[in-house]
């Protein structure tokens, strides 16, 4: 719903706070409720509840595998505020988008995760995720993106 803008915000803050990324958050709570709540979305976002109180969210958006020549998920964002931390509500957040996966035909689900966060890596591997450490991820962002679309 559009009213869950604001609290879907100020979960991508906490997340980028505890990330230490609080300094590369441009989106607001109108941007983030254009791209989740338009007439066609591109992302979707599931927000868990611990007793009625909102604990945690997953942001997440449908890829695509020329290989396997089927779509997947990608998560972009997983985050459970540090009060609900080890009831199991990232663990749900993740069976919830592998159930969707599975449904919906999906070749894989995948995400990133920072070098430096063992706990969610050492949980990761505790589901049965791989690293895929022979990949290195690239991006473009900035003057660079600007200089690329103008090549």
């Not at 920072?114 to 890596?121: F, H, K, Q």
């Amino acid at each position: 719903m559009v009213g869950d803008a604001a609290l879907i915000h100020a979960l991508v803050c906490e997340l980028a706070e505890y990330e230490k990324l609080k300094h590369e958050v441009d989106a607001s709570a109108e941007t983030l409720a254009r791209a989740l709540f338009c007439e066609a979305p591109r992302v979707y976002c599931d927000v868990a509840e611990w007793d009625g109180e909102p604990a945690g969210f997953a942001l997440w958006f449908y890829n695509f595998s020329t290989f396997r020549g089927q779509h997947g998920i990608y998560l972009e964002d997983l985050f459970v505020r540090p009060a609900f931390r080890g009831k199991g509500l990232g663990k749900a957040l993740l069976a919830h988008l592998a159930k969707i996966a599975v449904v919906e035909d999906c070749a894989r689900f995948e995400w990133s995760v920072l070098d430096w966060n063992a706990p969610s890596i050492a949980f990761y591997r505790s589901l049965g995720a791989v690293a895929m450490d022979e990949w290195t991820g690239f991006r473009v962002t900035g003057g660079a993106l600007a200089r690329l679309a103008e090549a």
